[in-house]
């Protein structure tokens, strides 16, 4: 949880959460009813894909915390801890990538929970990426760790059916 002060002396408390990054309706449908519910209906979701509650009253925190722990949304990820591992997401959108990074990266963060929960801390804040492949769309030029899934061999390209498979066919091209 981040507390916020204005100069005025007003606070505001963001109370992040993790999230999957391929989020259904039903799960932005419960983050909508948790901010109303704990935060004024104010949320955010910050660049590693982590949801953020905005919230004005601090009796709100504990229960906003409880909720989210109860429906599979721990809290953590703030101060000297590690956040989401931000991703781009391989096969489901991308017809160039080497790996589908959905897998690895629950792997890897499946290890590293106790970190981003604060079970355990780290000296400084941590940032790890993973990128499908060497075009690097997952950020990992600006993380501490990269994770970068590399081509063996040239991918094999069908060009009669790329221009209606690949949302972005100049990917390809790249």
């Not at 606070?11 to 989020?23: G, I, N, Q």
């Not at 990538?97 to 804040?125: C, H, I, Q, R």
Request: aromatic share 6%; charged share 20%; net charge negative.
């Amino acid at each position: 949880v981040l507390m916020h002060v204005s100069e005025s002396g007003a606070k505001l408390y963001s109370v992040r959460a993790a999230t999957c990054r391929l989020a259904s309706i039903e799960t932005l449908r419960l983050f909508a009813d948790l901010a109303d519910e704990f935060a004024g209906g104010h949320l955010r979701w910050t660049s590693r894909n982590n949801v953020e509650f905005l919230l004005s009253e601090e009796k709100n925190i504990d229960p906003l915390i409880a909720k989210c722990n109860a429906e599979g949304y721990p809290v953590g990820g703030t101060g000297a801890s590690i956040t989401n591992i931000v991703h781009t997401q391989g096969w489901v959108h991308c017809h160039s990538a080497a790996s589908d990074a959905s897998g690895v990266v629950k792997s890897v963060m499946d290890d590293l929970f106790p970190y981003y929960n604060g079970e355990k801390t780290l000296p400084a804040k941590l940032r790890i990426a993973f990128a499908c492949c060497l075009n690097m769309c997952g950020a990992v030029h600006c993380s501490d760790i990269a994770i970068l899934a590399v081509h063996r061999k040239a991918p094999v390209v069908n060009h009669e059916i790329l221009k209606a498979q690949c949302e972005i066919p100049n990917v390809v091209a790249s």
